[in-house]
């Protein structure tokens, strides 16, 4: 058992309420409502627990964190406790008063999805009229009220053929950075993921784009890049590693190792409304029971690379083989990797119609569309 650090950063998930239903949201399935929400003042409780227990950075996620109208107040706490604060956002409820508010409250950082470049396509995919124009006055409003910007580029099989502008309008936007991130199949986007995943090719094509424009635009504009686990060659160390650097506080309280580590069998997850950060952090049978490497089966258990990636993703195991101590499918090593080529096999079928997120459960579908991408 590696010695207990400090985590990092908190995730504090501060409602399930959003107005746009992107049919690959990382939230869970079944979305806690706004009466189970944690009250302000057990937030703030939460940010003078995480700064004590030395977390550095709070990120304000959600659903849609801009739907609390305490948000400016949190931030505020948040900063007053020495915290970096950053904000996840949609950016559809992004006005002008919230943005002069949350920069006078302290907020370090803001980062607004976007679902395309191409505002048809782009409201089409967040299941929101008008969502794509918003999104782009909110990020004028950001840079306008002088906070630092990170565009996050969600892509798929169904908007890949754009990511040359998408980046494009990171930089019309005066973003400091562009996150491109390939969708993760868990969740809704697992749900809807024969509509989601892309081709090998599609993904060696956008990986080119990425790296020409990373070359092109060296000191103007930072550009991370996150490839699909069903394409990696090797797993990745999830969260740094199960309760090794973050934690994620849900709406109600729960408090988990990863977001999605609800859809977890076998496991009570704390809640903060029983327990401290701290103890939690610490002592909690969820938080030890995948931390370090006495837990893992074979190959896992003799690999060189078990302290690197840590057996990979537990919920991912879980989701796809069953068994939440198997070893994660993406590694080449065990015979579930079959699982991800033929997930990869299916996906290049037509799309299914997807499936949108929202809050009582699945709801009509809308056809897909699939422009062809180079290669
Ligand atoms: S992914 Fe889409 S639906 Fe989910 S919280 Fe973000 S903006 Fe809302
Ligand atoms: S066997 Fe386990 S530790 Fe080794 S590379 Fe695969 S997932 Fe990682």
Redesign the pocket.
Known sequence: MPEIEAPLAILAELTHR?????P????PLELERARQELETDEWLRILDEAAALGVLQVHF????PMARRDLEALVAHAAAVGLYTNLIT?GVMLDDRRAAALAAAGLDHVQI?F?DVDDAEGDRI?GYKDAQRQKREAARRVRGAGLPLTVNA?VHRQNLARLAEMIELAVELDAARIEVAHVQYYG?ALRNRAALLPSRAQLDAATAIVEEARERLRGRLVIDYVVPDYHAALPKACMGGWGRRFLNVTPSGHVLPCHAAETLPGFDFPSVREASLAAIWRSSDAFNRFRGTSWMQEPCRNCERREIDWGGCRCQAFALTGDINATDPVCGKVADRTILEAAVRESAAPPPPLIY?RIGGEQPVRPATVVPTAG
């Open positions: 959003c107005p746009l239903q992107c690959y949201c990382s939230n996620s959600g659903g849609e949609s999805s679902q967040a969600v809704w997120r």
